[in-house]
């Protein structure tokens, strides 16, 4: 069967062209026969016949677009929205493809006026709407820059119904009618009307952008994070009024500007030997610079023979590290039913024995089949590598090998590398 124009098309069906007509989008012409490569209307425009398609395009975010979207997750500087809605697109209610499903708001494109936490202006389950400021390699958002951006639906965190705008005290802009939770959020000018945003709406100025926050609602502001840290449910059971844990405690040390101040340790440096801190525990043989050399050492100003010097002082300190601390073996394929004190006892045949671990599964409390031997004489290590290496020991073949810092034997780090 033959189509002609006003028929319905899909790939593989014959058109008819005319003398006169031409083929055009769509239509694959062969010495036999013209073909239908795509579904849709065969149409005639001019004397062109083509195919149009009927297919909507795909639903993508584009920048500039105006999105509804519903906060997933809270981060400390960040909100991830879920796109539900493209209102700037006629076809923007369909599915939108995943990579470009979610968007994140910075803390800073939430509302014109300074606050610490995304998860002080919005929550969790929040509807909103937002514009599309970037779309590569991700999709941000913004709140800011137009009264009919922010929250447009909120439910309260204590009990659930849906929040109502409130003018009551500032920096509280939503309450709820059943409970007494009071809390901000970066309000559109349709909040609590739906996507409908009435002509005479003026909810943007409970946000009380470029102002000082209140001396009430100071206090619930999540200072170092203090709202992300929670679970979901727990966000939305606590409301605003709770108490941070301690594992999520921060150091109560701070500056006077009330950021915690990093802990220091004194060392000194393996360059010019003054004395310096570091925000970092030192550790034996490993090269400590103070500012000043760091400098020095990234800006290629440092001298060969200065270098060379920080290589010697480097490997005396590894050396006495080395006679302090011992010679840690790594002993792989130890049988699952061997004691510690039975490694002891296999090793110290051979030397002094500073300390035995063996490796424990945390979720099984089963060993794992490989553990750590410490001499406290180098030279009785390598007698204990020499004698036990590949022997057996409680029906299996063990390796025994000198360790590095970081735990990996050595011949594995060099195989490795």
Known sequence: MTASVGDLVTPGTHVEIGPSEEAGNGIYISDNANIAIISGLLVNDSGVVSVNSFSPPINTPKLGDV????????NEKTAEIRILHIETN???HRSVPALKLFADIYVSEIVDRFIPSAGDAMRKRDILRAKITNTEPMLKASTKGHSDLGVVHA?????????????DKPDFNVKCPRCDYRGFRALSNGFGHGFHIPKNSDLNKLNRPGQRWSEEAEPFL???GARPYLSPIADHRRGWSHEIPSSARRSPQVRSG??????MFSAKCTLCGDQTKVPFKPTPGKPIRCRDCMVKVESGKASKEDLAKEREVIKEARTKAQKEMGTKLFVGGISYDATEEEIKQAFSAHGDIKDVHMAIDKETKKPRGFGFVTFSKKKDAEKAIKALNRSEFKGRKISVEESSPGGRSKSKRRRRS
């Open 222 to 224: 999540g200072h170092d």
């Open 155 to 167: 439910l309260c965190p204590a009990c659930g119904i849906d929040l109502k705008a409130s003018d």
């Open 258 to 263: 009330g950021r915690p101040n990093r802990e």
């Open 67 to 74: 999105v509804i979207g519903e906060v997933n997750r809270l």
């Open 90 to 92: 006629e076809e923007g």
